[in-house]
């Protein structure tokens, strides 16, 4: 497999008032294309800065200290703003926690994600209306015309989940990241969104970079899988190994 996605010695610090906070601390890893990459660690491991900072959505006092993340033949870290907009939500999309906020609360769901269609692919609003109903097909939604015309709020948090993958699989994205999206969800709610996003990534071809702080979930969904710990990754292999062979400390403590 080639790489889609290769990180290099990633760096994020936030100048605080209280200190400097190193967040991510020279952080190594690829995605291969077609592949799920599990990130996993505690709360407060720098999963989060990793994703943001593939997005370039560090806001000061944060920044990109030093480091390339080459995606598709680019160091998306060189990248100009306006170069990093055409990036952002096409080809790379992210799946956020809490999709009810995420959601614009005053826009039916088939609404939102038909704008997208318009606006990422030039189509009319009937071929919009048209893909967005195949689209909530795809990610398992009964009845697509008919919540296609329902706001978040009347919408299950699953289901919310459901529209989020939806609005970011519309814009046809060769990576996805997708930052503890079951967190909150019941238990057979998030495995069965965890099946999806399985399914999803065979049938477009697109990466998926899962980020979760169980090991479980990465165990079940992912193909390798790169623990952090303090803003490193301190264990990087295929996610069944982790299972099999001796463990960092750290990961054995995540079992
Ligand atoms: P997680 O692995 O839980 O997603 P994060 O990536 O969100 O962790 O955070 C990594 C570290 O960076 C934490 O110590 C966190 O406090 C710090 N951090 C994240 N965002 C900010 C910010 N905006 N300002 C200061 N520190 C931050
Ligand atoms: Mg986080």
Request: glycine share 10%; net charge negative; proline share 3%.
């Amino acid at each position: 497999m080639t790489d889609l996605l290769e990180v290099r010695d990633l760096t994020v610090h936030f100048d605080t008032e209280d200190g400097l906070v190193e967040a991510v601390d020279g952080v190594t890893f690829t995605v291969r294309s077609g592949e799920i990459l599990g990130v996993v660690g505690e709360s407060g491991s720098g999963k989060s800065v990793t994703a943001l900072a593939l997005l370039r959505l560090i806001r000061p006092p944060g920044r990109i200290v030093h480091g390339a993340m080459w995606f598709e033949g680019t160091d998306l870290v060189g990248l100009s703003e306006d170069e990093m907009r055409a990036v952002r939500g096409t080809r790379i999309a992210m799946v956020f926690q809490s999709p009810r906020t995420a959601l614009n609360p005053v826009l039916t769901v088939g609404r939102q994600i038909s704008r997208l269609f318009e606006l990422h692919h030039g189509v009319s609003r009937a071929e919009g209306r048209a893909r967005t109903i195949g689209m909530l097909k795809l990610v398992g939604i009964s009845e697509p015309e008919r919540r296609a015309r329902q706001y978040a709020h009347q919408l299950s948090g699953g289901m919310c989940q459901r529209v989020m993958i939806a609005m970011a699989l519309a814009t046809s994205p060769r990576l996805l990241l997708a930052d503890e999206p079951t967190t909150g969800l019941d238990v057979s709610i998030a495995a069965q969104i965890l099946d999806l996003l399985r399914d999803l990534g065979r049938r477009t071809g697109a990466s998926i970079l899962l980020i979760t702080h169980d090991l479980g979930v990465v165990a079940e969904t992912a193909d390798r899988v790169a623990v952090m710990y303090a803003g490193q990754v301190v264990e990087y292999c295929d996610a069944e190994a982790a299972f099999r062979r001796t463990l960092h400390p750290y990961t054995a403590g995540l079992l």
